[in-house]
């Protein structure tokens, strides 16, 4: 028997078959239409049916279905309150497809079903106390707590990006303003950038046409003084954020993944020495390891997966 894992995202559908102990076997993906739940619900089921076919499984092989979705989910009811940039307003999710597939389905928050992977199969194998933290668009965390999402009343805690770091600092996507994510994700990143180049219009980041999240990174690794102070700050902010995780929850290890993940030890070195030096208690007491997510989207497939293990 199978589960089948489910990462609904607001361009791609992936679906991947996933044994009970979390390997996955194999995985196909479709477009996702975003503007209509009823279109979404039918890729979903097409696209499961099609890869067990391509496998030579049929639903007779599948024991339960887990999906992650953006946004807020109510993990109990299985409908997605709300997500921001696909249409599933109290969408029952769980509830549609199950009619459709006769199969239990649990669902999730995309980012708790990424960290489930990971503490399952990837960076945090074995480590049942973890965060995860995603540092792209947005900020996104995952939370573990021995081996258990932690995602508080209907599922909607769990957003660590939507703390604050800075009072009446800058406007967050979330109405709020100073939020760790309007910091330290690549959005803000490119924006710090943005306003570096406008500060420091002699650095060699003003020849970037188009200023991406890379565009500070590299201009430090060339030597550049603004690249350089760009990404000193922007990397403090990530480091901070993470500490006051360290604080509330010190996890047993703390992962970053996203698309600034792929800058690799030259964010992680600086990031740790700061959380060595500024967690609580941190002069008598070891304080956890921040390493990269290692199973990139497919932790996202391996979670939603993991989520038919807690019925
Ligand atoms: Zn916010």
């Given at each position: 028997m199978f589960y089948i894992g489910v990462d609904l995202g607001g361009t791609k559908i992936a679906v991947g078959l996933v044994q009970k102990d979390g390997a996955l076997i194999a995985k196909k993906?479709?477009?996702?239409?975003?503007?209509?739940?009823?279109?979404i619900m039918d890729t979903i089921a097409d696209t499961i049916a099609g890869l067990l076919e391509e496998n030579g499984f049929s639903t007779e092989d599948v024991e339960g279905i887990g999906i992650g979705c953006p946004g807020s989910v109510d993990s109990r009811s299985g409908v997605v309150?709300?997500?921001?940039?696909?249409?599933?307003?109290n969408a029952p999710v769980a509830q549609t497809l199950r009619a459709r597939i006769g199969k239990p389905v649990f669902v999730s928050n995309d980012a708790n079903c990424a960290a489930l992977g990971e503490n399952v199969m990837g960076g945090a194998k074995g480590l049942d106390n973890l965060v995860l933290i995603t540092l792209g668009t947005?900020?996104?965390g995952g939370i573990i707590i021995d081996g258990k999402i932690f995602d508080g009343n209907n599922g909607t805690g769990g957003e660590p990006g939507h703390s604050l770091l800075r009072m009446n600092g800058e406007a967050c996507?979330?109405?709020?303003?100073?939020?760790w994510e309007a910091y330290a994700s690549a959005t803000a990143l490119i924006r710090q950038t943005k306003a570096a180049i406008a500060r420091h219009p002699e650095s060699s980041m003003s020849g970037d046409a188009q200023v991406s999240g890379r565009t500070a990174f590299e201009a430090a690794k060339r030597g550049?003084?603004?690249?350089?102070?760009?990404?000193?700050r922007y990397l403090r902010y990530v480091a901070e954020g993470i500490v006051n995780m360290v604080n509330i929850f010190r996890p047993d290890i703390?992962?970053?993944g996203g698309g600034i993940s792929h800058e690799g030890d030259y964010i992680l070195r600086p990031i740790q020495r700061f959380v060595d030096r500024r967690s609580y208690g941190a002069a008598y007491t070891t304080p956890p390891r921040v390493k990269l997510a290692t199973?990139?989207?497919?932790?996202?497939?391996?979670?939603?997966?993991?989520?038919?293990?807690?019925?």
């Open positions: 993906s479709a477009k996702t239409d975003a503007e209509s739940f009823a279109h309150i709300y997500a921001n940039n696909i249409r599933l307003d947005g900020v996104g996507t979330c109405g709020r303003r100073g939020c550049d003084k603004a690249g350089r102070a760009v990404v000193a703390v992962l970053i199973l990139g989207n497919d932790a996202g497939i391996i979670g939603a997966a993991m989520l038919c293990r807690g019925k």
